[in-house]
């Protein structure tokens, strides 16, 4: 079964236990869409759950794959994005193909384990300070247009969303889902919750992406 654009989740609801999903590499944001695989057992229940309620989960980088509690769980960073499940295709075997759409930012406040996946009680996080300069903003769309123009020239099949005519933090966020490489560094842009320094934290880390694939220093692999 397929199921697509269903009525937008109420987070309230999915905040009081919310799903976790950690993975190594990624960090969604609000407004980001991310395509999952579901296959693990564990996974595949939490789906499940999330499809018959809520339709909510979290998606948690990993913060030290080496750390581990009394459970064998991996530590995860406090703050993570919240996505919803937009569309899910049932697979053969129990598994999924899903699409999410990053709804918030939140901070977790993990739940005593209860097998068979993790969850925690979230918080909302707000964007904080006052409007951005219009010419910060400017430089960010202008940096980020330069490497998914440098991007498609390497890789024609690879689709680099940059927004145009979105507010300063929801650019910052959404050039910072589709274009930073680094999750560490995706990561620390969704930790910061003032704009203004956001929005240049994201043009700066962009511009030396940048500078590193001119120089043959990078890949996108």
Sequence with gaps: MTSSAPPPADLGAALKRLPLFPLPQAVLFPGGLLPL????????????????THRCLSVVLVANPAKVDANGQPAICEVAGVG???????????????????????????????PPYRTAEAT????????VDAVAQSALLATANA?????????????????????AGVSADLCAHYLLLDPRE??????????TTRVQL????????RLSFAQGSRSLN
Excluded: K, W
Aim: charged share 30%.
């Design 84 to 114: 919803e499940i937009i569309e899910h295709v049932d697979l053969p075997g129990g598994r999924y193909n899903i699409l999410l759409r990053g709804r918030a930012r939140v901070r977790l406040m993990e739940q005593p384990f209860v």
């Design 186 to 195: 995706r990561q620390t842009v969704l930790e910061t919750f003032d704009v």
């Design 37 to 52: 695989h579901v296959f693990e057992p564990r996974y595949r229940a939490l789906v499940r759950d999330a499809l018959a």
């Design 202 to 209: 994201v043009t700066d880390a962009l511009s030396l992406q």
């Design 124 to 131: 909302l996080l707000e964007d904080t300070g006052g409007p």
């Design 147 to 167: 490497f998914a123009a440098m991007v498609r020239d390497r890789e024609q099949a690879i689709e680099m969303r940059v927004p145009t005519d979105a507010s």
